[in-house]
């Protein structure tokens, strides 16, 4: 199952509302999560089974969607949210999309 | 919380091997399938092996079958990779990760450091 995210990249501001979606090759229902990564560092979990937030993680971070399209949201962006977001299915294996790369500008 | 940490990365040269470790930090580890993933530099995710909690089942890509096997160590909370015949494509840093099951799916909720692999000449 191939993921594909968009954008590739992106350039927002504080405070910003910054929407990212993915989409599978075929139905996944709801077998898809959300990680964040930051330069050097381990990806992180932020939300599982397409909606459901990790505990820890703000609440201004939002997933949505089913079978194949899906969206991340983040509203009122924060310097602290500067990072790469990943998308990845569960559903066949695992496959992760290509990533998008968020700046603050 | 279970704390993942890795260890064995390190330069190889091409049709070398190496032995990536993987330690968890509480009993609990035993309880769950362990993955192996990899992220080329500058590039994306990668799913590369799993192994169930009891050590009857693997699966691997198809990049890496026939070379990489994985393992694991119930009593002492460590996952293993053994990596042969290495090539310049498996260079990468590479994660172990558990995964959890629920809510009619399933994810990685925690990550090790990574531990990076140079396959070079």
């Known amino acids: 199952i191939q993921m594909t995210q968009s954008p590739s990249s992106l350039s927002a501001s504080v405070g910003d509302r910054v929407t990212i979606t993915c989409r599978a090759s075929q139905s996944i229902r709801k077998y898809l999560n959300w990680y964040q990564q930051k330069q050097g560092k381990a990806p992180k979990l932020l939300i599982y089974?397409?909606?459901t937030l990790q505990s820890g993680v703000p609440s201004r971070f939002s997933g949505s969607g089913s079978g194949t399209d899906f969206t991340l949201t983040i509203s009122n962006l924060q310097p602290e949210d500067s990072a790469t977001y990943y998308c990845q299915q569960s559903y066949d294996t695992w496959t992760f999309g290509q990533g998008t790369k968020v700046d603050i500008k | 919380e279970l704390q993942l940490v890795e260890s064995g990365g390190g330069l190889v040269h091409p049709g070398g091997s190496l032995r990536l470790s993987c330690a968890g930090s509480?009993?609990?580890?035993?309880?769950?399938?362990m993955h192996w993933l990899r992220q080329a530099p500058g590039k994306g995710l990668v799913w590369i092996s799993n192994i169930n909690s009891d050590v009857t089942g693997t699966s691997y890509a198809d990049s890496v079958k026939g070379r990489f096997t994985i393992s694991r160590d119930n009593g002492k909370n460590m996952l293993y990779l053994q990596m042969n015949n290495l090539r310049a494509e498996d260079t990468a840093v590479y994660y172990c990760?558990?995964?959890?099951?629920?809510?009619?799916?399933?994810?990685?909720?925690?990550w090790g450091q990574g531990t990076l692999v140079t396959v070079s000449s």
């Open positions: 089974a397409a909606f």
């Open positions: 509480e009993y609990t580890f035993v309880s769950y399938w």
């Open positions: 990760a558990r995964v959890r099951y629920g809510s009619g799916s399933n994810w990685f909720d925690t």
